[in-house]
């Protein structure tokens, strides 16, 4: 059974860099062809896809964060982790990995991890 799971800071000050980890077991990050992404949810709103990064290592940002946002990977650690800078309270959300065969529907989902922007 795939399993993901996001770590990070609950809280983060604003103007500050957000930095989440995503830990992958029972799968590589690999594995063709699947991609790893990022998608939060504010409070009261719909999700959000941020950005993915591929079994390759490229990566795809959404348009309206991809100044702000970048993913990298460990490898060897089966991780992969999703920076924003210069966060705002309106980067308060839980934040979601997500594994999807290329851009098809996610298959597997971490728990998910609130992020409160706040001073």
């Known amino acids: 059974q795939v399993q993901l799971q996001e770590s990070g800071p609950g809280l983060v000050k604003p103007s500050q860099t957000l930095s989440l980890t995503c830990t992958v077991s029972?799968?590589?990050?690999?594995?063709?062809?699947?991609?790893w992404n990022w998608i939060r949810q504010p409070p009261g709103k719909g999700l959000e896809w941020m950005g993915a990064?591929?079994?390759?290592?490229?990566?795809f940002f959404s348009p309206s964060l991809k100044n702000r946002t970048s993913i990298s990977r460990d490898t060897y650690k089966g991780q992969f982790t999703l920076q924003l800078t210069s966060v705002t309270p309106e980067d308060t959300a839980v934040y979601y990995c997500?594994?999807?065969?290329?851009?098809?529907?996610?298959?597997?989902w971490g728990q998910g991890t609130q992020v409160t922007v706040s001073s």
């Open positions: 997500a594994r999807a065969p290329g851009w098809g529907a996610y298959d597997y």
């Open positions: 029972s799968a590589s990050i690999t594995s063709n062809y699947y991609y």
């Open positions: 990064i591929a079994y390759s290592g490229s990566t």
